[in-house]
């Protein structure tokens, strides 16, 4: 397994994932699925890049040649109209790479086009979706929040979704045409781990739809007893056929072969994120209790659908598609323990960064500091990557030259935002000083525009960022571990 981190990170890196994946397991959350009360209607190909649509009876849509992940089999339960508008719903499963055992002949792919099929009982012209891209994702993990690597490679906004009338459901199956708006993916959880680990939680890419105007149900999809498994597990639970790297793998049950598959490594399980205002679902881990489907095909006895969501992604087999090669998140080597203790039996130091992105794009994100010496203050760095650390006064700077301050003094030329001075409380934890922290008052929240010595104007989605805090130890000085992220 290689990796763009150092290897006290990388072994940092799997343990979290470890840690997160039974955190998740743990956290599930039980929603209960519902029958289809409606027939599917073809709605036709929605072409993003024009905003046009093309509904004549028989059309396809220009996507592929590659179906890259296919999560389509059994379509008679579905979630219920419980997607509301502005919430995001993340699903996970896996992009094969040359290094994986399916066959596949490359790691990037130039996503290009999907299917899905959804219920709704919106007004016509109120419904719109975007969909988040992401070729590193850890199953069932909030995506907005700190994390050891979650890697949006892009989005794909303004999708028209047809309604019903606003009362009963409609029922619809639709091509996403993405040409001209491609995205561009890493397969096998690359930049953040490279390469085909046998890893769920390594090797996923996940889907993050988000509704917008209007509430939708997705059909649920994915049934690991009524098509063959490519690789095998316990109980043959981990696999998926359909993919243009497994195109002749039969499927049971009088199934369509064209229709009928499930997803490579879809798991048991969906993540809601919910919008700031709250409301519907609930945020969290989803399943539908677990998978007891003990005879397949809609049988007699326990028949619990998979808690994955009906998709059929398609790509580009052009080789050598320009890949995002940084993730989203790293954190740099610990810096060096720092001056003093806490009080109340908190930890010394070294001080530790974390990020958690804004997913509104209203500002870059919140750093939080903890394990600080109580009563010192400082404000954060920033810079444009991470360094290989430099020794300054009694600590370690793990940022590139040229460096920005969020100070007084940057704030006093500025605006009153750029500045992130605080001090750290008894507890550790870095307190902000002058509002600009997060609702408990504490870290930064960091705005759009850079400083003056990184450049003109604001942040803009997929520019890289690193920060870091300087901090006062009695006379020296001190410098917390760095956190680089991709603004998105």
């Known amino acids: 397994m290689k990796s763009n981190l ?18 998740a397991q743990q956290t599930m959350q039980t929603a209960q699925p519902e029958r289809i009360n409606g027939t599917a209607k073809h709605a036709g190909i929605y072409h993003v890049a024009t905003g046009t649509w093309t509904r004549t009876n028989g059309a396809t849509a220009n996507a592929g040649p ?86 949006w490679a892009g989005a794909s906004t303004g999708i028209d979704l047809p309604e019903n009338q606003g009362s009963g459901f409609g029922f619809w199956i639709m091509s996403i045409d993405l040409a001209g708006v491609e995205v561009e993916m890493n397969a096998d959880g690359a930049p953040c781990l490279p390469l085909y680990d046998a890893n769920v939680d390594w090797d996923s890419f996940g889907w993050g739809a988000v509704a917008i105007g209007g509430n939708m149900g997705w059909i649920v999809a994915g049934d690991p007893d009524w098509t063959p498994a490519v690789t095998s597990g316990a109980n043959l639970e981990i696999g998926g056929t359909g993919t243009y790297y497994d195109a002749s793998a039969a499927v049971s049950c009088n199934i369509d ?11 048991d399980a969906w993540r809601v994120v919910e919008p700031a205002s709250g409301a519907g679902i609930g945020g969290g881990c989803y399943w539908y ?3 007891a489907n003990v005879l397949g095909c809609g049988g007699l006895g326990p028949n619990n659908s998979f808690a994955s969501q009906y998709v059929r992604i398609h790509a580009s087999d052009v080789a050598g598609a320009a890949c995002d090669t940084s993730p989203d998140l790293q954190f740099s080597a610990p810096g060096n323990a720092h001056c003093g203790t806490n009080t109340s ?60 301050r969020y100070s007084p003094g940057t704030a006093a030329n500025e605006g009153p935002s750029m500045n992130s001075i605080g001090a750290f409380g008894p507890d550790g934890v870095l307190a902000n000083l002058v509002g600009n922290g997060d609702a408990l008052g504490n870290g930064f929240v960091v705005p759009l525009l850079k ?38």
């Open 6 to 23: 150092n290897s006290v990170l990388l072994t940092a890196a799997g343990m979290s994932l470890l840690a997160m994946s039974a955190s």
């Open 345 to 404: 039996g908190q930890p010394s130091g070294p001080a530790r960064m974390s990020y958690a992105r804004d997913a509104s794009g209203a500002t870059v994100g919140t750093l939080q500091v903890v394990d600080g010496p109580d009563g010192e203050f400082g404000y954060v760095l920033v810079a444009n990557s991470l360094g290989s650390g430099i020794v300054i006064s009694n600590g370690i700077l793990y940022l590139t030259p040229p460096f920005g």
């Open 451 to 488: 400083t003056s010595t990184l450049g003109t104007g604001n942040y803009a989605p997929g520019d890289t960022v690193a920060f870091s805090l300087w901090f006062r130890c009695g006379t020296v000085s001190n410098f917390s571990d760095a956190v680089q992220v991709q603004f998105r």
């Open 257 to 267: 072969p064209t229709l009928g598959h499930t997803g490579l490594n879809t798991q």
């Open 66 to 151: 590659d179906i890259v992940y296919n999560n389509t089999a059994d379509g008679i339960y579905w979630t219920g109209e419980l997607h509301e508008s502005g919430a995001e719903w993340v699903d996970e499963g896996q992009l094969p790479g040359a290094s994986s055992p399916f066959g596949a002949n490359k790691e990037c792919y130039s996503i290009n086009g999907m299917d899905i099929y959804y219920g709704t009982s919106s007004m016509p012209g109120t419904l719109t979706m975007d969909v988040n891209w992401y070729d590193a994702y850890d199953p069932c993990t909030n995506p907005n929040e700190a994390n050891t690597c979650i890697n």
């Open 289 to 291: 209790g677990g998978y």
